[in-house]
């Protein structure tokens, strides 16, 4: 029989593997009796450890969530897993950096040498992109409660920005990231409509609102609906593209275009030459976007397009006149 000490350990690792435990597969992977499956279970709630004893036909015992954080056991892949993510949390915008620098410190002094050397060997250097401004920060606090409403489908009452009147009623679906930002997608329950706002700006409200049953969201999946907001696309997720969108024929080989064409079309017309069709949020930044490519531009349509360029023509004119 193995010592208690490592029994306990190994109890402990089971425990954390699955929901509902029967006491007698315990008592075999452990090669012990159910007494002494007993036994332990009462020497690790003596630890701190919330573990509950459910009935049924076989009997057996639940590791559940207590009031307070007891240790836990982390296999070698589980442990190099979390002090990634404990790295890359610096990204988030999430403000836990300085909460995730102290979890990773903990982590590692606990590490096996092998595991500690992999981890000392593995930088993530969050690089910002250049701004005006420092991206807003999201406090941990509001990331919790919108979380908590969406897992819970409660309606969530709260302020928003610097908007006056009565708090903001919706009911909360998903909890996302965007470009460094987080957004909560929700239906708005005044507005009769889907609606994205900027965790930032939110101030939850208590109590809480009364339980819904979620609606179905456009789009199909939360990702093509995000994207499709940011795209400029309708709430109902069908017009899918950029509210603004073209096509132009560049003195250029497509093999030089296309790298550097994200989420538009370039197709091949010969030596040289290539179509492109391309949108953006205005008819002015699609102009601007395409006169990178320093080459010659032939517009396709729509005439939209053909204005945009005479404007940007006639401004870059006065520009160079001084």
């Given at each position: 029989m193995p010592k208690t000490s490592a029994r306990l350990l190994a109890l402990l690792s089971l425990l954390q593997?699955?929901?509902?435990?029967?006491?007698?597969?315990?008592?075999?992977?452990?090669?012990?009796?159910?007494?002494?499956?007993?036994?332990?279970?009462?020497?690790?709630?003596?630890?701190?450890?919330?573990?509950v004893a459910f009935k049924g036909p076989e009997g057996g015992y639940r590791l559940d969530a207590g009031s307070e954080l007891p240790p836990l056991l982390f296999d070698d892949e589980q442990a190099v897993?979390?002090?990634?993510?404990?790295?890359?949390?610096?990204?988030?915008?999430?403000?836990?950096?300085?909460?995730?620098?102290?979890?990773?410190?903990?982590?590692?002094?606990?590490?096996?040498?092998?595991?500690?050397?992999?981890?000392?060997?593995?930088?993530v250097t969050a690089v910002e992109?250049?701004?005006?401004?420092?991206?807003?920060?999201?406090?941990?606090?509001?990331?919790?409660?919108?979380?908590?409403?969406?897992h819970?489908?409660?309606?969530?009452?709260?302020?928003?920005?610097?908007?006056?009147?009565?708090?903001?009623?919706v009911e909360p679906h998903h909890l996302v990231t965007w470009g460094g930002r987080w957004y909560l997608v929700a239906w708005d329950l005044e507005r009769?409509?889907?609606?994205?706002?900027?965790?930032?700006?939110?101030?939850?409200?208590?109590?809480?609102?009364?339980?819904?049953?979620?609606?179905?969201?456009?789009?199909g999946t939360v990702a093509a609906f995000v994207a499709g907001r940011f795209l400029g696309?309708?709430?109902?997720?069908?017009?899918?593209?950029?509210?603004?969108?073209?096509?132009?024929?560049?003195?250029?080989?497509?093999?030089?275009?296309?790298?550097?064409?994200?989420?538009?079309?370039?197709?091949?017309l010969g030596p040289g030459r290539c179509r492109l069709v391309l949108g953006s949020w205005s008819w002015t930044g699609l102009a601007a976007t395409i006169g990178r490519f320093d080459a010659g531009i032939e517009v396709v349509g729509p005439p939209e397009l053909r204005d945009a360029f005479a404007r940007l023509a006639r401004r870059y004119a006065e520009a160079a006149a001084g």
């Amino acid at each position: 029989m193995p010592k208690t000490s490592a029994r306990l350990l190994a109890l402990l690792s089971l425990l954390q593997t699955r929901r509902d435990w029967p006491g007698a597969l315990l008592a075999d992977r452990l090669d012990v009796s159910p007494r002494t499956v007993r036994r332990d279970v009462d020497r690790l709630r003596e630890l701190g450890y919330p573990i509950v004893a459910f009935k049924g036909p076989e009997g057996g015992y639940r590791l559940d969530a207590g009031s307070e954080l007891p240790p836990l056991l982390f296999d070698d892949e589980q442990a190099v897993a979390l002090a990634i993510a404990l790295q890359v949390a610096a990204t988030s915008g999430a403000g836990i950096e300085e909460a995730a620098a102290r979890a990773l410190s903990t982590v590692r002094q606990v590490m096996p040498a092998r595991l500690r050397h992999r981890i000392d060997t593995l930088r993530v250097t969050a690089v910002e992109r250049p701004a005006p401004q420092p991206e807003p920060q999201v406090g941990g606090d509001v990331l919790v409660a919108l979380s908590a409403a969406v897992h819970a489908r409660e309606v969530l009452r709260f302020g928003y920005g610097s908007q006056e009147g009565p708090p903001r009623r919706v009911e909360p679906h998903h909890l996302v990231t965007w470009g460094g930002r987080w957004y909560l997608v929700a239906w708005d329950l005044e507005r009769e409509d889907w609606r994205t706002f900027r965790a930032d700006r939110i101030a939850p409200r208590t109590p809480a609102g009364p339980r819904f049953d979620p609606r179905e969201l456009p789009g199909g999946t939360v990702a093509a609906f995000v994207a499709g907001r940011f795209l400029g696309s309708d709430s109902s997720g069908d017009s899918g593209g950029w509210p603004c969108r073209g096509e132009v024929i560049l003195a250029l080989p497509a093999s030089e275009v296309s790298p550097y064409v994200r989420d538009g079309v370039v197709e091949e017309l010969g030596p040289g030459r290539c179509r492109l069709v391309l949108g953006s949020w205005s008819w002015t930044g699609l102009a601007a976007t395409i006169g990178r490519f320093d080459a010659g531009i032939e517009v396709v349509g729509p005439p939209e397009l053909r204005d945009a360029f005479a404007r940007l023509a006639r401004r870059y004119a006065e520009a160079a006149a001084g």
